[in-house]
């Protein structure tokens, strides 16, 4: 029987003489091109392909970044985060080094007169730490949102605490909102609702700035609680709901004159379970 030859090669069957390449050999000399990735693989294939053209940079040391847990803080600078953990201060959530006795606050905290009940942070504000907190915040380096979900979801005390509250980013006041483009405050709360997930777990923008004050940087505590009187305001027609746990959330802990001025809003507006949480402290 003579072979079959010009056959359809929907039928599997190949012309005489031919033989069938398997689908993972390429003609000699040929570049290997990836498999196709499955449809919910195309963004970490899209992700993959733009890093072998263009590798992230460490934003601490601005090296590059290949083999590190984190995308954009090297495998050299990534040990250098010091995520906070047990023992910390309850109200600012300040790592005390050493033995402890008792529930205390730390130096940080002492005079605040705290308006929240609990206070809990992820990392401590420097080094490679500090390096993501300012490409966020003035360098409009949204990238490090997901170096920061990742440390955020991994830290498993702060995820706990968040996860089904109502979380209340500190405000912006609109001429300095309309500069940077973004309140950080706001894109590290989604960010933080994503990461740790939750039934009931969501953002809520319940407050306003109403004062355009100065840059509190170089101001000490005393001077920020007075530069901060009356600048914040509960956002027009937002409600507070007494049973509801609210959260505030900042990107640092410095004095916590901040979040303890918008925690005495939403305590007065009828908010009894408030609670504040930051990414870093220092």
Request: charged residues 20%; glycine residues 10%; hydrophobic residues 35%.
């Amino acid at each position: 029987m003579e072979p079959v030859s010009g056959e359809d090669s929907s039928l599997g069957v190949v012309s005489s003489g031919e033989r069938q390449r398997p689908e993972s050999e390429t003609e000699p000399g040929s570049l290997a091109l990836p498999a196709t990735p499955k449809p919910d693989g195309w963004r970490g294939f899209g992700r993959a392909l733009r890093d072998l053209v263009f590798p992230p940079s460490c934003v601490h040391c601005g090296g590059l970044v290949e083999t590190s847990p984190l995308r954009h803080v090297c495998a050299a600078c990534e040990p250098l985060i010091v995520r906070v953990e047990s023992p910390h201060c309850p109200c600012c959530g300040h790592p005390f080094f050493g033995d402890t006795e008792g529930e205390r606050l730390c130096v940080h905290c002492e005079g605040l007169r705290p308006e929240f009940g609990e206070g809990k942070t992820a990392v401590l504000f420097k080094g490679p730490a500090r390096a993501l907190v300012h490409a966020l915040k003035y360098r409009h380096g949204l990238h490090v949102l997901e170096d920061i979900a990742t440390l955020v979801s991994a830290h498993a005390e702060f995820a706990a605490f968040v996860r089904g509250a109502v979380l209340v980013p500190v405000p912006l006041h609109p001429r300095k909102q309309r500069e940077r483009g973004y309140n950080q405050a706001r894109l590290l709360a989604e960010t933080v609702v994503k990461a740790v997930g939750g039934e009931g777990t969501r953002v809520e923008e319940l407050l306003c700035r109403v004062a355009d004050t100065q840059t509190q940087t170089n101001l000490d505590r005393e001077q920020r609680r007075a530069n901060l009187k009356n600048a914040f305001a509960l956002a027009p027609g937002a409600a507070i709901t007494e049973s509801q746990s609210y959260i505030l959330i900042d990107d640092v802990f410095t004095t916590g004159s901040t979040l303890n001025a918008c925690a005495g809003v939403l305590r007065r507006a009828g908010g009894l379970k408030v609670n504040v949480v930051t990414f870093g402290h220092g």
